[in-house]
């Protein structure tokens, strides 16, 4: 079979067993996105999980469904059909995936959305640096801060490209991400959605101009007032030097304004 665009199967069994040995999925319901041919479905099965697989590819899921037959009817899978990012999800407890690398950030955001708790999810290596990366790093961005106000990301293991056929053309981390309350009070959580991903949009400028850069998601009047009420030390810093606290501090005032 070969692997659509942006899909790489993995091949490594002693890879597969690890990554389904990070979480305890005996008896959980488990998601799995992007089953592919069904190596880690089968890995999770096996170790007594019921499994929801998402799949975008209607002929994947068609030999998903010859292959898994009878887990099908014991009802230990379900196999749904569709796009991640926007097809309804059953629910689940544990997600264990190989995610497509193209779509990787709108699902976890969606994921983070949605709960769960616990997730082992495979990245390209670059994107799950930075989701941990630290303020003042070159790597921190809108991924990195929305990721760790909502999570804590711990890397697992490394893959190299000769666990996937074809091979990518990168490496690949497989990482854990266990949810957790903001560190800090956020008083609107799609405000502080907004703020984040403005900052970044005009991440050379300081922050005092990338808020007047956001007038597509902040009425002018609220943005003046803002700024006036916030520390003029933070204004003058671009937003990949700010914590995730002063990035809670712009959002709540924003919000209050």
């Known amino acids: ?13 002693r890879a597969v067993e690890r990554i389904v040995g990070f979480a305890d999925v005996s008896g959980r319901r488990v998601l799995e996105i992007g089953p592919g041919e ?33 887990a099908i009817d014991e009802g230990r899978l379900r196999i749904v059909s569709g796009d991640a990012r926007k097809v309804d999800i059953p629910p689940f407890d544990i997600v264990v995936a190989n995610l ?15 709960g769960f708790e616990t997730a082992i999810l495979m990245y390209q ?23 760790q106000t909502y999570a804590s990301v711990k890397p697992l293991l490394e893959l190299s490209p000769s666990a996937f056929r074809p091979q990518p053309q990168v490496r690949s981390w497989v990482v854990r991400v266990t949810p957790h ?5 956020i ?14 949009s005009h991440r050379r400028k300081t922050v ?27 204004l003058q810093r671009r937003p990949e030097n700010l914590t995730l606290c002063e990035f809670a501090l712009v959002a709540n005032t924003l919000a209050g304004c």
């Open 181 to 185: 309350e903001p560190p800090y009070p």
């Open 208 to 234: 005092r101009k990338g808020l007047r850069s956001g007038k597509e998601f902040f009425p002018l009047d609220v943005i003046e007032r803002a700024i006036a009420a916030l520390p003029d030390d933070l």
């Open 38 to 70: 069904g190596i880690l479905t089968r890995a999770l099965l096996d170790r007594g999980a019921n499994v929801v697989a998402v799949e975008i590819d209607p002929a994947l899921v068609e030999e998903l469904d010859l292959a898994f037959a009878d």
């Open 125 to 147: 290596k670059e994107f799950a640096q930075r989701m941990i990366a630290r303020p003042g790093t070159p790597d921190v961005g809108r991924l990195s801060v929305m990721v």
């Open 100 to 114: 497509p690398y193209s779509a990787s950030s709108k699902i976890t955001f969606r994921l983070l959305d949605i």
């Open 187 to 200: 008083a609107d959580k799609r405000v502080y959605a907004d703020v984040v991903r403005v900052l970044f």
């Open 1 to 13: 079979m070969s692997a659509p665009r942006d899909q790489h199967f993995l091949i490594d069994r």
